[in-house]
């Protein structure tokens, strides 16, 4: 494989076939002789050129798809493919959102596909963009009761809390913002609304921010 792959600016980019790599094997698959043996400025090495030049925008541009496309929460192009599959937009997506806030959205609702346990409830937050921790309670009994604890009656077996961040700010990123984006935003509405959805019935949500 050629090296001009090395200077594509994504993280962790699908190897793909460069110009370099496509004359290699047009040159190991044609015929012999003078004609096709020209030297660069021939008209068959011209046109061999032009050959590379499109497979290695082809192969380019199957790596990208593969890599970002494929994958719902870095998706731009097939964006509104994606979210239409899991219906977004939905009554917890925010007003007018940002790219990046829709992709936030595609990547909870897939966490929401999981069993739900304190682990999905932290996937789902940290696919919004938040980091939460989880506190359970549990009815205060004689074997149980440690001193200083607080007394919870039986109903706090039904309850846990989610504690967050008080804002959680998120910045403007370039690849993907348009121009009319803020610059920065903040707030929790998402993910007490996404909570809100998931809580299991006869539960009660408690949300602690800034803890």
Not at 37 to 48: E, K, N, V
Not at 135 to 148: I, S
Request: charged share 20%; aromatic share 10%; glycine share 6%.
């Amino acid at each position: 494989m050629s090296d001009s792959r090395s200077s594509d600016p994504r993280p962790n980019p699908v190897p793909f076939a460069g110009p370099a790599d496509f004359a290699q094997a047009l040159r190991r698959m044609q015929p012999r002789g003078r004609l096709w043996d020209g030297p660069d400025d021939s008209l068959m090495a011209q046109l061999r050129t032009a050959q590379t030049a499109l497979l290695a925008q082809f192969s380019g541009r199957l790596a990208v798809l593969t890599e970002t496309e494929a994958y719902p929460p870095t998706s731009i192009e097939l964006l509104p493919v994606w979210e239409e599959a899991f219906g977004l937009p939905d009554p917890c997506t925010p007003l007018n959102p940002t790219i990046a806030e829709r992709q936030q959205a595609l990547g909870a609702k897939i966490a929401q596909n999981a069993n739900l346990s304190r682990q999905t409830i932290i996937n789902v937050a940290a696919a919004l963009g938040y980091t939460v921790t989880i506190t359970e309670y549990h009815a205060a009994t004689a074997d149980t009761l440690v001193a200083d604890e607080p007394v919870y009656d039986p109903a706090w077996a039904f309850a846990w809390q989610v504690n967050a961040p008080e804002f959680t700010v998120e910045y403007l990123c370039a690849d993907t913002g348009r121009a009319d984006d803020p610059l920065a935003s903040w707030g929790n509405t998402s993910l007490s609304c996404e909570l809100q959805r998931l809580a299991p019935p006869g539960t009660y949500l408690i949300f602690s921010f800034g803890g």
